[in-house]
């Protein structure tokens, strides 16, 4: 139909200005995207793949983003009583007090010698684990000491709060052992979570939605993806809920059905393809139901059958 090729020709204007022209960037200097799908390939370890649609030009292009530097987050937990030094104790009462008084420098004081203490006191630990980070070839770490509140049912684990140890290092690295486990070090937690789980959680991104994303970066390289558009952020902090309250609506999305019909080689005894038909809606709406008028019919719905010749 009229409307039909007209929308089709307004997406591929859209495309071809996505693929040529900047960013097509809200007035805050940001990328709204919309997610519909995610993944973490194996050959890119340490680099999540976002999938969704970014509007251009009053429609929707498809678009890849690729979320690079992730890193591995560890707890790491102590031996119990280890870190419950009587200097620890009181730095820490010291910074509690602080907090919420209004003096900004006495807070930061405050801080760092609660951190001076609780780096004397794990001195032990942290060598412990910078050996096995050497054993599997991680060269580079941060550590930081925070309070964490387990109530499961590990019996190597310390129930209640306590101070445990955050450990980040490349998700292009290999794990620790989720075994791990020394004379100062209970156990390790999260070590073998991945990096797409990390990023999800960490960004609270639950299901598609609309993202808001800073500082993207076109790639204008080889393409690593079927998309219309390919953008790689540098940082998971790039990747923001939108904020509450917007009535953005989700974008149409194009839908496929694939048919397959196989035959026994008699040859090899296996089944090959023999006819692959595919039916594809252009539009289909996400956000509410998309009503049978609009797409059953021979103008709106496209549809291929692939036929192959048989051998022998």
């Given at each position: 139909?009229?409307?039909?090729?007209?929308?089709?020709?307004?997406?591929?204007?859209?495309?071809?200005?996505?693929?040529?022209?900047?960013?097509?960037?809200?007035?805050?200097?940001?990328?709204?995207?919309?997610?519909?799908?995610?993944?973490?390939?194996?050959?890119?370890?340490?680099?999540?793949?976002?999938?969704?649609?970014?509007?251009?030009?009053?429609?929707?292009?498809?678009?890849?983003?690729?979320?690079?530097?992730?890193?591995?987050?560890?707890?790491?937990?102590?031996?119990?009583?280890?870190?419950?030094?009587?200097?620890?104790?009181?730095?820490?009462?010291?910074?509690?007090?602080?907090?919420?008084?209004?003096?900004?420098?006495?807070?930061?004081?405050?801080?760092?010698?609660?951190?001076?203490?609780l780096h004397q006191a794990s001195g032990a630990l942290k060598t412990e684990l910078r050996e096995a980070l050497s054993k599997i070839g991680v060269a580079e770490h941060k550590l930081k000491f925070v309070r964490r509140t387990y109530c499961l049912d590990r019996a190597d684990i310390p129930v209640g709060e306590q101070w445990v140890v955050k450990l980040t290092y490349g998700a292009n690295k290999a794990p620790l052992p989720s075994d791990l486990s020394s004379e100062h070090i209970a156990a390790a937690l999260g070590t073998h979570t991945t990096a797409l789980e990390n990023l999800l959680v960490k960004r609270k991104v639950m299901g598609p939605s609309w993202l808001m994303l800073k500082n993207a970066q076109k790639n204008n390289g080889a393409p690593i993806s079927w998309c219309s558009l390919e953008v790689?952020?540098?940082?998971?902090?790039?990747?923001?809920?939108?904020?509450?309250?917007?009535?953005?609506?989700?974008?149409?999305?194009?839908?496929?059905?694939?048919?397959?019909?196989?035959?026994?080689?008699?040859s090899s005894n296996i089944n090959e393809i023999a006819v692959a038909s595919i039916i594809t809606a252009p539009s289909v709406r996400c956000h509410a139901p998309t009503q049978q008028a609009e797409w059953n019919t021979l103008s709106y719905l496209q549809q291929v059958t692939l036929v192959r010749r048989l051998d022998g």
């Open positions: 139909s009229a409307a039909a090729a007209t929308e089709e020709a307004r997406v591929e204007a859209a495309s071809a200005a996505a693929a040529s022209n900047d960013l097509p960037l809200d007035a805050d200097g940001m990328l709204p995207f919309y997610l519909v799908d995610v993944t973490e390939e194996i050959f890119a370890r340490g680099t999540v793949f976002l999938f969704g649609k970014v509007p251009v030009q009053r429609t929707y292009v498809s678009c890849c983003v690729r979320v690079t530097n992730l890193q591995r987050c560890v707890f790491v937990i102590p031996r119990a009583g280890m870190l419950d030094t009587s200097e620890v104790a009181a730095a820490h009462a010291v910074h509690e007090a602080c907090i919420g008084g209004g003096d900004e420098a006495a807070t930061k004081a405050a801080k760092r010698e609660l951190n001076m203490a790689t952020l540098g940082d998971k902090k790039d990747v923001c809920l939108e904020a509450s309250g917007s009535n953005r609506q989700a974008p149409p999305l194009v839908v496929a059905s694939i048919s397959l019909r196989t035959v026994v080689n008699r």
